[in-house]
């Protein structure tokens, strides 16, 4: 006999409580409640770039994947991504399979494509990997439970305390810092978020930092925005970084020093196709260049960007995301992950432990995803 | 109690000193000391670890290192490279416990080597833990993320099987639910989903009862009686209002001193079509700021624009039940720093 025992408990403070503090303060959580509420749901294509490093074969940035993807605020998604590295290196080629994933909270169809073979099983967190759009709307911040993620509005709202950040030189942009905002098993961070005034409060600074010591954990920087609808603006181009903590500012051999100046000439990323101008290019590079600085914690200890201040480890931050095209008013995206695939296609059902074909799993795993119009 | 703590490959007893390849026994080290080889019933996600401590006892440096691990996920060191005689060294497996499913062994072998007269000898050992998981079933999902509409019902579905054969029947799974106090879950729906020739597997469709907006975590609890050490799997709700606006929030801007006015539309979440004759509040309140509502609009005019301000609007239904929430911005559009 099995047996379920439930609970439920109140996880922290709903965003429907009057916003409290200064009136600038104020002004942001409504502003950035409103962005979060007209970016609820979006589809859209990106790529990503990883830096140059020797150690990893690439001479310069490199295309890291390509993808389609959609999220909601619902927690439905969909992933159809091509791991293709556009490494020059013939030995480089990693893998080249085509796979396609989509689901709800609790639910996860996928099937790699070459393979013509997939599972109805639940969930992993591999659609919230790596820079996305919906990391750079700031929906990605819990990493304590990534894929169930709260938004921005949700995790300030939970936050012990709030404060009003003046924009300064190098972030022109107001923004707020909320204290404990992203619990994690090994301590808190605060998050800092920046947003533009004028581009309809789009974030433009996402940046988790761990309380104590100070050491940035992740950071996205917004470099360019594009309107996706009247209003409505969305990053176009972003810088996203990922930090660890070295025990001392390391001493690293030339080919190291030479992957970080080939990353600052900014060559192999598609700055032409996306008309990124002289003025953009300097503040890209302005920011990589940052990165490479070792951030000072505490006496003694340094961070820098994951792989970067170890010679024998690959150097994969910052990492640049290009979004080609995005809509907030996507229709029956989940139908269209699920056309992907062919009906022919061997499936697991890992719910109940069975093996069938996608014709014949698609209708109840439709129904399941919210899509109960399927049934045929 | 376990005594098979280490196992030779070369054949010799377990527990006993391993033996040199090719030469008659030398003992080049000895176990000193070792956890426990079967840690009995583990959660799910605990760290499953075991460590044998040797000493070398012979006159030669020796070399331990791991030559296999019985899992990719199994993490085995041994420590140090090099061990002087009379010093000790230590082989450390660590794994993660799975959450259901028969017991597990997780097991690496290592090697020692050393050196006599410039020629290479060596002796293979094994080490084992062993432990059971804290469940006999396999629920899916482990993690559950979920969203709704305030005042409408919720259900999740949960699937629950046999961990390890196809005996058990539908009738003996059938889960009961088990509420204590303060507790909200609705009774849950149990469906046979049994497939042919395929493992014994129930659905369960908890039916979670009315949430307030917001952000709500907690948990569920699968196990095989009542006493049994549980599957705890987390699920998050998001609540949402009935209503929303659109665009999401009522922007005002104008030059400081100016006046400046802003509108928004209410538009459906949830089932409900029409929009009842509501009542709006501002909160907080700002000076020189109103709202107005007619039909599914809401109107909003601030005389002079001070400054970034902000606040919400409040919609609320014939009863007082809570309908929309629209955020409002107040913010110049020409700034001074």
Same mark, same amino acid.
């Given at each position: 006999?099995? %047996?379920?025992?439930?609970s439920m408990a109140y996880g922290g403070q709903p965003p429907t409580a009057a916003p409290t503090g200064g009136p600038e303060l104020r ?149 707020? $810092? ?11 961070? =605060?998050?800092?978020?920046? %947003?533009?005034? =004028? ?7 996402? $940046? ?12 996205? $920087?917004?470099? =360019? %925005? ?13 810088? %996203? ?102 009906? =022919? ?32 | ?50 460590? @044998?401590?040797?000493? *070398? ?6 070399? /331990? ?84 509409? +305030? ?14 054969? *196809? ?8 889960? #009961?639910?088990? +509420? ?6 609705? /009774?849950?729906?149990?469906?046979? #989903? ?30 095989? +009686? ?7 799997? /987390? ?40 929009? /009842? ?35 919400? #609007? ?7 039940? @809570? ?15």
């Amino acid at each position: 006999m099995a %047996v379920l025992v439930c609970s439920m408990a109140y996880g922290g403070q709903p965003p429907t409580a009057a916003p409290t503090g200064g009136p600038e303060l104020r002004a942001l959580v409504a502003a950035i409640e409103g962005y979060s509420a007209d970016t609820a749901a979006v589809e859209w294509r990106q790529r990503t770039y990883l830096p140059p490093c020797q150690l990893a074969h690439r001479p310069t940035w490199s295309l890291l994947e390509s993808s389609g993807r959609y999220m909601d605020e619902r927690w439905n998604w969909g992933l159809d991504i091509r791991h293709r590295r556009s490494g020059p290196e013939d030995d480089w080629n990693v893998t080249f399979k085509e796979e396609v994933s989509f689901g709800n909270g609790g639910v996860r169809a996928c099937a790699d494509l070459d393979l013509d073979e997939g599972m109805l099983t639940e969930p992993t967190n591999f659609h919230v990997w790596g820079p996305t759009l919906w990391g750079c709307l700031g929906r990605l911040t819990d990493l304590q439970a990534t894929r169930r993620g709260r938004s921005l509005p949700e995790v300030i709202a939970a936050a012990s305390s709030r404060e009003y950040l003046e924009p300064t030189a190098s972030e022109p942009w107001p923004g707020i $810092r909320a204290r404990d905002a992203a619990p994690i098993s090994a301590g808190a961070l =605060d998050l800092e978020v920046r %947003v533009d005034p =004028d581009h309809g409060f789009c974030p433009r600074v996402i $940046r988790l930092v761990r309380l104590g010591t100070g050491q940035v954990g992740e950071e996205t $920087r917004v470099v =360019d %925005v594009f309107e996706a609808e009247r209003g409505v603006w969305l990053p176009r181009i972003a810088i %996203v970084h990922g930090y660890e903590a070295l025990e001392r500012v390391p001493e690293l051999p030339p080919e190291r020093l030479q992957d970080f100046e080939r990353a600052n000439s900014l060559e192999g990323l598609p700055l032409d196709e996306f008309g990124v101008g002289e003025a953009l290019r300097g503040q890209m590079r302005e920011i990589f260049e940052g990165g490479w600085k070792p951030g000072s914690i505490v006496i003694g200890t340094v961070y820098l960007p994951i792989g970067a201040g170890r010679p024998d480890q690959e150097i994969v931050c910052p990492q640049v995301l290009f979004i080609e095209s995005a809509t907030l008013t996507p229709r029956t995206p989940l139908r269209r992950f699920a056309d992907r695939m062919l009906s =022919d296609t061997r499936m697991y059902d890992g719910l109940t432990g069975v093996w069938t074909t996608w014709r014949e799993m698609r209708p109840g795993a439709m129904r399941l995803l919210g899509e109960p119009q399927e049934a045929r | 109690m376990m005594l098979a703590m280490v196992v030779l490959a070369l054949g010799t007893c377990p527990g006993q000193p391993p033996a040199p390849v090719s030469e008659p026994p030398a003992e080049p080290f000895r176990l000193i000391s070792a956890t426990p080889e079967d840690l009995g019933t583990v959660h799910g996600g605990v760290a499953v670890v075991r460590e @044998l401590r040797f000493r *070398n006892t012979s006159e030669h440096a020796l070399r /331990p290192r791991i030559s296999w691990v019985s899992c990719g996920c199994l993490q085995a060191t041994a420590k140090p490279e090099a061990v002087s005689p009379g010093a000790e060294f230590t082989i450390r497996i660590v794994g993660t416990a799975v959450p259901a499913g028969p017991a597990q062994d997780l097991s690496a072998k290592y090697v020692v080597s050393w050196s006599v007269d410039e020629q290479l000898r060596s002796v293979e050992g094994e080490v084992v833990v062993r432990y059971s998981p804290s469940t006999d079933l396999v629920v899916r999902p482990t993690e559950i993320a979920a969203w709704c509409v +305030a005042g409408e019902p919720l259900r999740v579905p949960m699937w629950v099987r046999e961990a390890t054969t *196809n005996a058990m029947a539908p009738d003996a799974l059938r889960p #009961v639910i088990s +509420a204590g106090p303060g507790l909200w879950i609705q /009774p849950v729906a149990f469906q046979d #989903v049994t497939a042919p020739d395929g493992p014994s597997a129930v659905r369960a469709g908890l039916e979670l009862g009315p949430t307030p907006p917001g952000i709500f975590d907690g948990w569920v609890s699968v196990g095989s +009686a009542p006493e049994a050490a549980a599957l705890r799997v /987390p699920i998050r709700v998001r609540t949402v209002l009935p209503w929303a606006a659109s665009p999401g929030a009522a922007r005002l801007r104008a030059s400081v001193g100016e006046p400046a006015r802003a509108e928004v539309r209410l538009r459906p979440v949830g089932s409900s079509t029409e929009l /009842p004759a509501c009542t709006l509040e501002v909160e907080p309140g700002i000076e020189g700021l109103s709202a107005t509502i007619e039909g599914t609009t809401i109107r909003l005019a601030v005389t002079r624009l001070r400054g970034p301000d902000g606040a919400v #609007v409040v919609v609320r239904g014939p009863d007082g039940a @809570l309908m929309a929430r629209v955020p409002v911005v107040l913010w110049p559009t020409q700034r001074a720093r």
